[in-house]
């Protein structure tokens, strides 16, 4: 079965740079969670969308944004990029045509290291 | 808003020893409960689930039970491999018909020897 895909998957940046990172949904899923993990903590809910307007929004710095686009993939980009957001950043995706709890379903991450 | 605590870790088994992970979380209304995994360098697979009240959620030989009375949702394993060894994360996210954004805990990491 077609998975979550998120590009790149790892990203070397210097301070003060810019990222932009990339999450296709399975397919038919109309909702895209972007989430933040640091070294040995949890994920932390960063921003939502569904039907490409933002649904919810948690601890995401200002100087990041994202947007979901019509065939419904999302991109997360930062901007001014400081060394405390080294992490690794998931995308996942849920249907709520699909009904039930929209269970989201996770990609692999993307790993961003800044210098 | 909702939060989960998991107990700590790391766990470390002998193969074919029992596990138990604890996990309990408060939020308001009926939430849904998850376990999710994170095998090493990789993302997060969902394990298991349970959207009501004693449901129990079951998968690859590890079950949890929705316990509200008690507010928890631990995981167990009868049976642990080497390929279990891993990081386990407790997550509650909305209930019902509601859609948002899930809440973990801080995760347990579990080594299993052979």
């Known amino acids: 079965a077609a998975g979550v895909i998120q590009s790149p998957r790892h990203l070397i940046k210097e301070k003060r740079e810019t990222a932009t990172l990339k999450c296709y949904p399975i397919?038919?899923?109309?909702?895209v969670y972007w989430y933040q993990q640091g070294p040995g903590q949890d994920p932390q809910f960063l921003i939502s969308?569904?039907?490409?307007?933002?649904?919810d929004k948690g601890s995401i710095p200002d100087r990041f944004s994202a947007q979901q686009f019509s065939d419904y993939h999302s991109e997360l980009n930062m901007s001014s990029l400081e060394l405390g957001d080294s992490a690794l950043y998931f995308c996942?995706?849920?249907?709520?045509?699909?009904?039930?709890?929209?269970?989201?379903?996770f990609g692999p991450g993307t790993r961003l290291l800044v210098l | 808003g909702n939060s989960v605590t998991q107990m700590e870790g790391p766990v470390t088994l002998s193969e074919e020893a029992f596990l138990t992970i604890n996990c309990t979380y408060t939020?308001?209304?009926?939430?849904?409960l998850f376990w999710y995994v994170q095998y090493p360098g990789e993302g997060l697979q969902l394990l298991l689930k349970?959207?009501?009240?004693?449901d129990k959620g079951s998968n690859k030989g590890f079950e949890a039970t929705y316990r509200k009375e008690t507010t928890s949702f631990h995981l167990e394993k009868g049976s642990v491999q080497v390929s279990d060894s891993a990081v386990y994360f407790c997550?509650?996210?909305?209930?019902?018909?509601?859609?948002?954004?899930?809440?973990f805990g801080q995760g347990t990491i579990l080594t299993v020897h052979p």
């Open positions: 996942a995706s849920s249907s709520r045509l699909a009904g039930g709890i929209g269970t989201q379903y």
């Open positions: 397919p038919r899923h109309d909702t």
């Open positions: 969308f569904y039907e490409k307007m933002q649904s």
């Open positions: 939020a308001t209304g009926y939430p849904s």
């Open positions: 349970a959207t009501k009240a004693d």
């Open positions: 997550a509650v996210g909305p209930g019902g018909t509601s859609y948002g954004k899930l809440t």
